[in-house]
């Protein structure tokens, strides 16, 4: 890190940051400039929180060389990391974009979650998705059904073979989720819950970490840092959009560039959620295509057998048809991408 003092800091205070970071095996470098002293400090940040140094009387400023985030880095691993799936099935690296679909929430019409179930599968998706345990704005909404919802999307899984995500809100429902779950989703609202991110990173199932609504990527790279600190580096990102100043005609604002910045920083792969990335049906089709054309590794969209009765997210879910029509588009663009994929996505430095 390269510590910046104030104008007027005293020999005292250069001294006493010399003197810690020395103690904790730091590499220390002086810099006496006409205004300010500036100290070159090299060694294992993990020993010294850089915060406490920050604190200290006469420091002005800190600049962190190396991002906060390690085992998420690229400097860590240079190959991206690919998830694989007893079926076979891969997320990540060369591997064809993944495709994850389904309901907003379970809801309780098993006939109708199967109808996206079966629609999905013929479309070439893999994975099936459906919240059991929703978080809701308001606490007047449907919450979610609870275990019953995972029997259902279980069954659905059975008689598909697509792969179940679902979300994950308390760890006291960890075991349960589990026994249902092929990959544990953690919401939005719950990407800063670091007791959360504990508890999934304990356990051994790929974990969909979404990004926070008002969270930068730095943030969000730490949040799956946690989950890889405690032992899962089965970490899916997930793009979902973020606040913004304009909530007119869209819900959130789908950050597309972060796909290529986290690719740039991070190993883990990352999908987009177009659907709760704009609130919008008729923007799903081209922010998936847009994810896809910057290089995600995946695509997740709300699908419901009659979105106008949906009892949540209905304005951003397709219809079977719908799904099938867009689905098939998007099928055409990742067959185009994929063959390109070396070649379109690399990035001029
Ligand atoms: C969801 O996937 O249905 C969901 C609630 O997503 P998010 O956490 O991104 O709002
Ligand atoms: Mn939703």
Same mark, same amino acid.
């Given at each position: ?137 308001? @606490?007047?909404?449907? $919450?979610?059904?609870?275990?019953? #919802?995972?029997? &259902? =999307? ?6 598909? /073979? *697509? ?105 883990? @792969?990352?999908?987009? $959620?177009?659907?709760?990335?704009? #609130?919008?049906? &008729? =923007? ?6 847009? /994810? *896809? ?57």
């Amino acid at each position: 890190m390269i510590i910046i003092m104030e104008r007027d800091a005293s020999a005292e205070n250069i001294q006493a940051v010399t003197s810690l970071l020395k103690e904790h095996g730091f590499q220390v470098i002086v810099h006496e400039g006409d205004v300010h002293t500036v100290i070159d400090a090299l060694g294992d940040k993990t020993t010294l929180s850089p915060g406490r140094i920050d604190a200290m009387e006469g420091v002005k400023k800190i600049k962190l060389i190396r991002e906060p985030f390690r085992l998420a880095s690229r400097d860590r691993q240079t190959e991206d990391t690919v998830i694989e799936f007893e079926n076979g099935v891969k997320i990540g690296g060369a591997n064809r974009p993944v495709l994850m679909v389904g309901p907003c929430s379970v809801e309780d019409n098993y006939e109708g979650l199967l109808k996206v179930a079966v629609a999905a599968k013929e479309m070439g998706c893999q994975f099936l998705r459906g919240g059991a345990f929703k978080p809701r704005t308001s @606490p007047y909404d449907f $919450d979610g059904l609870g275990e019953k #919802g995972l029997q &259902y =999307l279980a069954k659905a899984k059975e008689e598909t /073979g *697509l792969l179940v995500v679902t979300e994950l809100m308390d760890s006291t429902d960890l075991d349960l989720v589990c026994r249902y779950a092929d990959v544990i989703q953690i919401g939005a609202r719950n990407m800063q819950n670091f007791k959360l991110l504990k508890a999934v990173g304990k356990c051994d199932k790929p974990v969909i970490l979404k990004r926070g609504q008002s969270s930068t990527i730095r943030e969000f790279l730490l949040a799956a840092e946690h989950i890889m600190y405690n032992g899962n580096e089965k970490v899916i990102l997930c793009e979902r959009g973020v606040r913004s100043f304009d909530s007119a005609f869209t819900r959130n604002l789908l950050d597309i560039s972060a796909v290529p910045v986290i690719k740039k920083y991070s190993h883990l @792969p990352i999908i987009v $959620d177009p659907s709760h990335g704009t #609130g919008q049906r &008729y =923007l799903i089709e081209p922010m998936a295509k847009a /994810g *896809l054309v910057v290089g995600a590794d995946g695509i997740m969209v709300e699908v419901h057998h009659n979105p106008a009765c949906a009892l949540s997210d209905g304005k951003q879910s397709l219809s079977i048809p719908q799904f099938k029509e867009v689905f098939a588009r998007l099928n055409t663009l990742i067959d185009t991408l994929h063959l390109e994929k070396n070649v379109s996505l690399s990035c001029v430095e």
